[in-house]
């Protein structure tokens, strides 16, 4: 791991307004494979992970404008944004009103953004630095997920996740541009969204990306 993640953060991506989502800012970088072998190489270990953190991905782009756009869904709410990254949508829940938001992810990169991210916003972001996902639901009003739907193997242990949540009683939003794991059922759509991203990124440079609640369990 990298001696100082933060440092690296800071090294690596420019603090500018968010594509689409312009009164939000976070720390990005411009290109993926560079930062990818730079996080290799500073962290000693060829199988680092996509530095997802340094990007604002389509699923929490979408999650951030609906916010934006109806602000009663989090507005004096408790939030907890899984597998957070960058904490866009933690971040973008916040200048919604939301009364507290925690993030989650495994991450120390992401760790680092988030923490610098919630500092240039004036907000104060509360981490979780583990694997949630075998855990209790959160002490949370709403759990959002944006872009969590591009592996297998993390798609069907989010998705027991969140119903767990949805029967505790937490509503459960989710962003997502089309990725190949999301649920075909019990996800009802809010809204529709054409996003920017990166063609490093993504098959093109805009994308369609979806808000979805989790219905309640029958």
Not at 124 to 141: E, T
Request: net charge negative; aromatic share 8%; hydrophobic share 50%.
């Amino acid at each position: 791991m990298a001696a100082d993640p933060r440092a690296f953060v800071l090294r690596q991506t420019r603090l500018r307004p968010v594509p689409g989502a312009e009164h939000l800012r976070l720390h990005l970088a411009d290109e993926v494979l560079p930062l990818w072998r730079a996080t290799q190489v500073e962290t000693h270990d060829d199988d680092a992970p996509l530095p997802y953190w340094a990007f604002a991905w389509a699923g929490g782009l979408a999650l951030a404008r609906y916010l934006h756009e109806h602000p009663g869904r989090v507005a004096g709410r408790r939030v907890f944004d899984v597998a957070s990254g960058s904490g866009l949508c933690a971040l973008a829940a916040l200048d919604a009103g939301a009364a507290s938001a925690v993030a989650a992810d495994v991450d120390p990169f992401s760790w680092a953004a988030i923490a610098l991210n919630a500092k240039a916003a004036g907000r104060r972001i509360a981490l979780v630095r583990r694997d949630v996902l075998d855990d209790a639901p959160p002490d949370a009003d709403v759990v959002l997920a944006g872009d969590t739907w591009y592996e297998t193997g993390l798609a069907s242990r989010m998705l027991l996740w969140l119903r767990r949540c949805r029967e505790a009683g937490i509503t459960v939003l989710v962003g997502d541009p089309g990725r190949a794991y999301l649920p075909s059922e019990g996800l009802v759509e809010l809204a529709t969204y054409e996003v920017w991203t990166t063609t490093e990124l993504e098959d093109r440079a805009q994308k369609t990306a979806r808000v979805f609640e989790l219905a309640a369990p029958i």
